[in-house]
């Protein structure tokens, strides 16, 4: 029997890569099958990871961190043979890079992730795959635009300054410098994210608290993304609100709109992406059985993760789907009706405790693997 393996990673504790030796080292204690392994994820932390794991190479560059002046060593894939570089923001102005009380996002830019895209084409990439979650900024893609070759003025004709905050000040836009190496090539945006750049729903109101912007602070960032819109949209000759209402356009900060509007970006569901550069579906072909999972089980599984797409694609073919995580929160009702023949959490199905299973998850999971493949591969 051939056991398809495709986990993302158990968050804060185990990558997928080590996920999938854990459970592997089990299934094959147990015997009785063949492994084939397909690294997921879903545009959040881990997408690089499952690039990698793919056959794509690392590159590593020195760029801006989450605030100016600030400098960091980041991280993507590339495949020269594809010219197709995978991106993540967060390895440039990540909000998993600092502190809680080091928290500004009214003074954290986007720079760091235009200097990125600006590596990744000179290396001569020709499609970026950029994965949006994490960022620590809440500044429209103000400074990814500025890091691309786009001027953003006050009223003196002065560069603007970096963050969010400063977008209160904005009084012009010239998108004529933009990098001329960016012709032609073609951005693809991996998140689930749908909120809008502005309002209720957009970048300040529903992320800007997490990073760290006070209760004053949000509505006044929500104007200024809004000044921001209305200044590029205008500059771009397009009805207010073209891109700026677009389904995504508040992702990591607002970047989402920079990306859409000013490299004519499109946006994807990450897994959807991530399943393309990975190989999942040719690997699916393969399987008798598919095994997938990640940290937590929960509600927002069902809304766009990785094991989710992935119960959607192997119940479509009739497969069975086991998961396997740390800690689950789902009804059984709830995880059949989103294709999971069965959960296994460690955290419940083994003697593990929560800490236990935090500080050394390995041996409960190859005890699970082992359960899985007793119960379901004999």
């Given at each position: 029997m051939k056991v398809l393996l495709a986990v993302d990673k158990f968050k804060g504790t185990l990558t997928g890569a080590q996920l999938t030796e854990a459970l592997t080292a089990g299934l094959e204690g147990a015997g009785g099958c063949e492994v084939i392994t397909c690294p997921i994820a879903d545009g959040g932390d881990g997408t690089v990871d499952a690039a990698l794991a793919a056959g794509y190479s690392e590159v590593t560059c020195t760029v801006t961190g989450p605030f100016a002046g600030q400098s960091v060593t980041a991280r993507y894939a590339y495949s020269p043979a594809e010219r197709t570089a995978v991106l993540e923001i967060a390895e440039a102005g990540g909000i998993a890079r600092l502190r809680e009380d080091q928290l500004d996002t009214w003074r954290a830019t986007s720079f760091g992730a235009g200097e990125l895209v600006l590596h990744a084409v000179g290396a001569g990439a020709r499609t970026l795959i950029i994965g949006l979650g994490g960022s620590a900024s809440t500044d429209g893609g103000a400074g990814l635009m500025q890091a691309l070759g786009v001027k953003l003025q006050d009223a003196d004709g002065r560069d603007l300054a970096p963050g969010g905050g400063a977008l209160g000040q904005l009084a012009s836009v010239d998108v004529a410098g933009l990098d001329e190496r960016l012709a032609g090539v073609e951005i693809i945006m991996a998140s689930d994210v749908t909120n809008p750049l502005c309002g209720p729903s957009g970048a300040a109101a529903v992320y800007g608290p997490q990073k760290g912007a006070t209760e004053e602070q949000v509505p006044q960032l929500d104007?200024?993304?809004?000044?921001?819109?209305?200044?590029?949209?205008?500059?771009?000759?397009?009805?207010?609100?073209?891109?700026?209402?677009?389904?995504?356009?508040?992702?990591?900060?607002?970047?989402?709109?920079?990306?859409?509007?000013?490299?004519?970006?499109?946006?994807?569901?990450?897994?959807?992406?991530?399943?393309?550069?990975?190989?999942?579906?040719?690997?699916?072909?393969?399987?008798?059985?598919?095994?997938?999972?990640?940290?937590?089980?929960?509600?927002?599984?069902?809304?766009?993760?990785?094991?989710?797409?992935?119960?959607?694609?192997?119940?479509?073919?009739?497969?069975?789907?086991?998961?396997?995580?740390?800690?689950?929160?789902?009804?059984?009702?709830?995880?059949?009706?989103?294709?999971?023949?069965?959960?296994?959490?460690?955290?419940?199905?083994?003697?593990?405790?929560?800490?236990?299973?935090?500080?050394?998850?390995?041996?409960?999971?190859?005890?699970?693997?082992?359960?899985?493949?007793?119960?379901?591969?004999?």
């Open positions: 104007q200024n993304l809004q000044k921001l819109a209305d200044a590029v949209e205008e500059t771009l000759n397009v009805s207010r609100g073209t891109f700026a209402d677009s389904p995504g356009a508040g992702a990591a900060g607002g970047l989402g709109f920079a990306c859409l509007s000013v490299l004519g970006a499109t946006m994807r569901p990450g897994v959807d992406v991530c399943f393309e550069f990975t190989g999942f579906h040719r690997a699916l072909e393969q399987a008798d059985i598919v095994i997938t999972g990640e940290g937590k089980f929960d509600e927002q599984t069902l809304q766009g993760k990785g094991p989710a797409g992935v119960a959607a694609e192997a119940s479509a073919r009739n497969l069975p789907v086991i998961a396997v995580c740390g800690i689950s929160e789902l009804s059984a009702a709830q995880a059949h009706d989103a294709g999971f023949t069965a959960v296994y959490s460690v955290v419940g199905d083994t003697q593990a405790t929560l800490e236990e299973s935090l500080a050394n998850p390995r041996p409960y999971l190859q005890e699970l693997a082992a359960t899985i493949a007793s119960t379901h591969l004999s």
